[in-house]
């Protein structure tokens, strides 16, 4: 079985500029969670998707979005990057008795 | 919501000796608490994790305990090996999202 697949890797971006970020849940996952990782504050929530829609949502600004497709792939995207954007964004997707498992994540670097 | 705190922030053993890593939640609503290693450029990955039905699990080498009253849950690796070197995250779940601890790093000296 396929585990969680997050594309790109790497990526950099200047600042102003915005940011796409693609997750492929394990197959028959229905639930994508997106989380924030910076050496200082951890994994950090982002939002919770699940069946197509928004579920939960983390304290982030409103240039932090999601959304997600009839085949349960999640994208997030960030407009107007800022230097503090710059972290390890990761993916995790849900099975059925709340197991949480993680891509390799992306990593944005805003310069 | 949630709030989970990790000790301490770093760990230092000699290979060979034991480990243990302890969390603590504040919402004693939480039903499951996992533990996640992390490597170097990598995603963390789930080793272990307890329900609250139970009060201790092992998988080989870890186990992790349970104290709901106190609110506490703990990861215990036993007999530490050089590839046990990582970055070890609790979790528990709580408003449909898994809280983390800011994680700890643990280094095992040969």
């Known amino acids: 079985k396929a585990g969680v697949t997050q594309t790109p890797r790497y990526l950099i971006k200047t600042r102003g500029q915005q940011v796409t970020l693609s997750c492929s849940p394990i197959?028959?996952?229905?639930?994508v969670s997106w989380y924030q990782q910076t050496p200082g504050q951890g994994l950090q929530f982002l939002f919770e998707?699940?069946?197509?829609?928004?579920?939960n949502k983390g304290n982030f600004p409103g240039r932090f979005s999601g959304r997600q497709f009839s085949n349960s792939r999640s994208e997030m995207n960030v407009s107007t990057l800022e230097l503090g954007d710059s972290a390890l964004y990761l993916c995790?997707?849900?099975?059925?008795?709340?197991?949480?498992?993680f891509g390799q994540g992306t990593r944005l670097t805003v310069v | 919501g949630e709030n989970v705190e990790q000790h301490p922030s770093t760990l230092s053993v000699q290979e060979g000796d034991s480990a243990v890593i302890k969390c603590t939640y504040s919402?004693?609503?939480?039903?499951?608490f996992p533990w996640y290693k992390q490597e170097l450029g990598k995603g963390p990955q789930l080793i272990i994790d307890?329900?609250?039905?139970?009060g201790e699990k092992k998988d080989q080498r870890i186990a992790v305990t349970l104290n709901k009253t106190a609110k506490h849950f703990s990861l215990h690796i036993t007999e530490t090996q050089p590839e046990d070197s990582a970055v070890y995250f609790c979790?528990?779940?709580?408003?449909?999202?898994?809280?983390f601890g800011k994680g700890n790093q643990v280094v095992v000296i040969p």
């Open positions: 919402d004693s609503a939480s039903n499951y």
């Open positions: 307890i329900r609250s039905n139970v």
């Open positions: 998707y699940f069946s197509e829609t928004q579920r």
């Open positions: 197959s028959g996952h229905r639930s």
């Open positions: 995790a997707s849900f099975g059925v008795n709340t197991e949480a498992f």
């Open positions: 979790a528990a779940d709580g408003n449909n999202r898994l809280a």
